[in-house]
Structures are given as structure tokens and as C-alpha cells.
């Protein structure tokens, strides 16, 4: 079951380890819904459960690190008594931005290696993109999934707006994966607002960014119509 943050997450120092850090700091306010969006259920599991399992399906020797409100982890742990899950994983408390909450899961961590930040509203990432953003992490120290953008796009300006070239854009996903020490040393940097996803810290600290492909169908879980668009996805799997 899981386990105290108390301690850090430690080990051998070889540079293989691999690590995923799932940062769970929804509320249900934009799913109209007094539970928050990671604990809602589809086909009878959690959302945030569905998120564990597509990364565990892979076989892969990962070690999971869940970062939640503090006020949500009792909740969290409760779920997993009910619904006897079973995935090892230690829990850390969140921060008042997501910027935060990151930083204190990496925190937690004290070996090389690679590490995996994903949304825990995303439980449709599949196999294919996980696997790729590893591999490709390891050759150029990071890899940030990214998908086309298939409609037209407008630049608002002041009084007017412009069309943009959407082959010029990508919608970005998680997982962005990195060499911990890269990402930690990232983190030492002071909290700004455009510090939207761990790729932004990575490249203010003066990294470069790898994009890879990503899936279609891993979506953000944010509104009531991505819970069912999720659901349809998943019979479809």
C-alpha cells in the first residue's frame, strides 16, 4: 500500500533508476463536483488509479512518488483500502503551486536516474508514449511529449486579431521526463508565473527542450465533457 513521505526515496546510484512523480492537485470546482477531478470514478476506479495503472502496465521497473493536497491524503489512502490498490508508492504533500508541489517530490529523491512528472488527470497516456519519452530522455536529457494542433489558430492582440500558422504549434502533454539531477538543479530556480510545466523550469534554467510524439488520446481530465470523452476512450481500449 502506500507508504509515509517522511523518508527519502533511496537507492543504488545507478543512473537507470527511473522514477515517476504523479502531481495530483485538482479540486472538482470546474467539473461542477464537490470531489476532486482525480478521485472521480470511471468504470468503478478512480481516475488517479486508471493514471497508476497506465504507467505499471508497462512492466517497467518504475518507482511512483503521488503528490497530493495535504487535505487529500487521508482521502487517497482510504480509495486504496477500498479498492485494494496495491502499487507501491510513497505520498508527499503539495505545495500552493504546482511549481511547488513538484519540487517537493523531487525532493524526496537521492539517486540518478530519470524521473517521469505526469498530470494525474491524464489516465490515457499510453504504452507507446511512456516508453518513447524514457528512451529519448536518455539520449538528449530530457523528452517532452507534444502533439499537432489540428484546428486553425487566432493571436488576439489589443484591438484586433491574426491567424497564426498551427504547424508552427504543439499542444504540450506529460509526461516531460528528465535526468534528475538536471531537473533538481532546475528547480533551485525562484518561482515564476510563466512556470506552466516542468519543461518551462527546465529551459529557464537553460536547458534544451526535446520534443517527441505524444498520444492523441492522452487528455487533461478538466471538465465534466473530458470525463466522458475519457470513458468512451477507455471502452474503446
Known sequence: MTK????TVSGNSNPMNKYILIVA???GSRMGNNTPKQFLEIYGKPVLMHTFESFFSTKQNFKYILVLPEDQIQFWKDLCEKHIFNIPHIIVPGGSERYFSVKN??????ENGFIAVHDGVRPLVSKETIIRCFE?????GCAIPCIDIPESIRQITENASHAEDRT???????PQVFSISLLQEAYKLPYEKSFTDDASVFEKAGNKIHLV???EENIKITKPTDLLIAEVLMKMK
Open 4 to 7: 509515509s513521505s517522511e523518508k
Open 25 to 27: 492537485g485538482g479540486s
Open 105 to 110: 517530490g523531487l525532493q524526496t529523491v537521492s
Open 136 to 140: 529519448e530522455a536518455e539520449k538528449h
Open 168 to 174: 508552427k504549434y504543439k499542444i504540450i502533454q506529460t
Open 213 to 215: 510524439k505524444g498520444n
